[in-house]
């Protein structure tokens, strides 16, 4: 992948890499202009190269940690689709300060198995949206009309995870 992406309308750079062990890679892009602690949408990519971990396995585990998050968190919720051995987990988390709404955030994650270099690897490639304070509601109410092209955008993405 460049130093640039496009997701939908949106131009994304390249904000952060790293390669922490020898089985994990990870990069995330976001717009220009914007920064890790108040961004409104984020693009990642990772490659997770295991012979035990699965399509399957990853989007279950995430949907057990949002269980458990949907304890304290009332906005939380999430859907989870198949496509054959690939899925899509669509889900909405939120932040809250002094019992206030600060932060809404919605992802949609592809994880799907891929081959590189002979080995097997999982590849998880996700967009994040966020919205803060006032924008919260409008920021919802939009969702509703753009969630459905989120996912699609996403899963026809061709991402192609090259490894050195």
């Known amino acids: 992948m460049g130093k640039t992406k496009k997701f939908g309308k949106q131009k994304y750079s390249l904000a ?3 390669h922490p062990t020898d089985y994990y890679y990870i990069q995330e892009w976001l717009p220009k202009g914007e920064a890790f602690d108040n961004y409104s949408q984020m693009f990642t990519v990772s490659l997770h190269f295991s012979e035990e971990l699965t399509p399957l396995i990853a989007v279950q585990s ?7 998050r949907g304890m304290y968190d009332k906005i939380c919720n999430y859907n989870i689709f198949e496509n054959g051995d690939e899925y899509i987990l669509d889900f909405l988390v939120s932040e809250t300060e002094d019992g206030l709404v ?17 080995k097997k690897a999982l590849q998880l490639t996700f967009i994040s949206e966020r919205s803060y304070g006032d924008d919260i509601m409008p920021f919802l109410n939009s969702l ?3 969630r459905e092209n989120v996912i699609t955008d996403l899963t026809q993405m061709n991402i192609k ?3 050195k």
């Open 102 to 118: 600060k932060i809404v955030e919605h992802d949609v994650h592809h994880y799907k198995q891929v081959t590189s270099h002979g």
């Open 144 to 146: 509703k009309d753009r």
């Open 62 to 68: 995430k949907a057990a940690e949002l269980d458990k």
């Open 161 to 163: 995870c090259r490894v």
């Open 16 to 18: 952060w890499s790293s």
